[in-house]
């Protein structure tokens, strides 16, 4: 079945680092991919997406390219901020119509000043 | 514009008893779907609600139930609680109608304690 793998955390980072959370996913098919990001005692935000192979979803600084040759979609940021601190999600969503998300386990980040 | 709402926020609630969740939708949207995080963990999809029926279905058991309002809204509603339901419920809503491959937003959760 289809599974989101994610790099384990906490990943602990100096302001203005460089940031990669890797994500690899296992999905038969063309799946869409998503990076959300769940700040403390809230939900989730849609951060960005990929809907086909080659595609790089961009958002606030953070970047990441869907990789069909090698199943992945890292998540990727030139200079992180304290503000960036939270819990970082990748997700899937099969092709074939109205799926379901299936969620990595989630990466925290942790920035200091 | 509103983005999705869901109520109350907080609840604690002893095994055995029953607990209902609400969600309204995000505006225009007409797909709602539910998800368990336990802590320390990735959501884990429950099901997904289109024109009042539910469509698809997670691995949960049929203490897991919902209903979906003409107006869009949803509940979700837990029989026989167990400490294991402890989590954040959320409920995401999305405008793919009949194939429901749009993007899903989510609400701020509910967070669940069972004692």
């Known amino acids: 079945g289809n599974s989101v793998t994610q790099m384990e955390g906490p990943v602990t980072l100096s302001e203005e680092a460089f940031l990669t959370i890797n994500c690899t996913y296992t999905?038969?098919?063309?799946?869409?991919l998503f990076w959300y990001v769940q700040y403390p005692g809230e939900g989730l935000q849609l951060l960005l997406k990929a809907t086909k192979a080659d595609d790089k979803g961009s958002n606030k600084g953070f970047e990441a390219t869907y990789r069909k040759e090698t199943t992945s979609f890292h998540l990727e940021k030139g200079s992180v901020q304290v503000s960036d601190s939270a819990v970082y999600f990748c997700?899937?969503?099969?092709?074939?119509?109205?799926?379901?998300?299936?969620f990595g386990a989630g990466t925290r980040l942790a920035v200091h000043p | 514009d509103a983005g999705v709402t869901q109520s109350p926020t907080h609840l604690i609630k002893t095994r055995g008893q029953q607990v209902t969740l609400r969600c309204s939708p995000k505006?225009?949207?007409?797909?709602v779907s539910w998800y368990q995080q336990a802590l320390g963990q990735g959501p884990q999809f429950i099901f997904q609600y289109y024109e009042e029926e539910e469509r698809q279905r997670g691995n949960f058991p049929d203490r897991f139930s919902g209903h979906q309002f003409p107006n869009y809204s949803s509940e979700l509603n837990v029989n026989a609680l167990l400490l294991g339901d402890s989590a954040l419920y959320l409920c995401?809503?999305?405008?793919?109608?009949?194939?429901?491959?749009?993007?899903?937003?989510f609400g701020p959760g509910t967070r669940l304690l069972v004692l």
């Open positions: 995401a809503s999305s405008s793919g109608g009949r194939h429901g491959d749009e993007t899903q937003y």
């Open positions: 999905a038969t098919g063309y799946p869409s």
């Open positions: 505006s225009g949207h007409d797909t």
């Open positions: 997700a899937l969503r099969g092709s074939g119509g109205y799926n379901k998300l299936i």
